[in-house]
């Protein structure tokens, strides 16, 4: 038998367009790199469009929820015109100090700061013009009452209503029919 002289071009280090193990190694872990890279893209390319959609989900169920006259287009109401064109102005009134209806023997008092708030400054001269009127119809309407009516929140509440309509009434004829929003107390206490 004849031996063969053929050398094994993966063992030769001179061989033409071959490498060495050391070499072999080398590649092998440089290979990878670009396979990291396009899997890394192709999640990337993925992800972009369903973050988009997404994001374009909450969008549309965040308009679908929002009250008619807050979208854009939609027409507005004259209340929300009057409430985004211009603050509100409130007027102060002097305390009023009354004597309250007898549940019993002994006599209560009402002392209440109140402030009516309103529309604009043409109702503030309104309610000057008219303060004697609004002082005698609130005073009149504070002493008709009784302890026991006013000390719940239900009773200050149907007070402030009483009280607003009462108010009201000497501005009917020279301010607009919205004029006066609420009556607010500023104070109150029974003695």
Sequence with gaps: MATSTIKDS??????????????????????????????L??????????????????????????????????PKTAAAKAVSSKPPVFVTLDPFTVNLQHEDASPQYLQVGL????ADAAVVDAIKL?????????????????????????????LSTELTREISQPLAGSVPAPALDGVLFTSFVIQ
């Design 115 to 118: 402030a009516l708030k309103v």
């Design 10 to 39: 993966r063992t030769d280090p001179k061989a033409p367009g071959k490498s060495t193990p050391a070499k072999d190694a080398a590649e092998a872990e440089a290979a990878p790199a670009p396979q990291k890279k396009r899997g």
């Design 130 to 158: 008219r303060m004697p009127e609004i002082r005698n119809r609130v005073l009149l309407l504070l002493s008709s009452k009784k302890a026991g009516d006013i000390m719940t929140l239900e009773g200050k509440q149907t």
């Design 41 to 74: 893209l192709k999640v990337l390319l993925l992800l972009v469009p369903l973050l988009g959609a997404a994001g374009g989900g909450a969008w549309y169920f965040l308009q679908a929820q929002e009250p008619a006259a807050a979208k854009p287009g939609a």
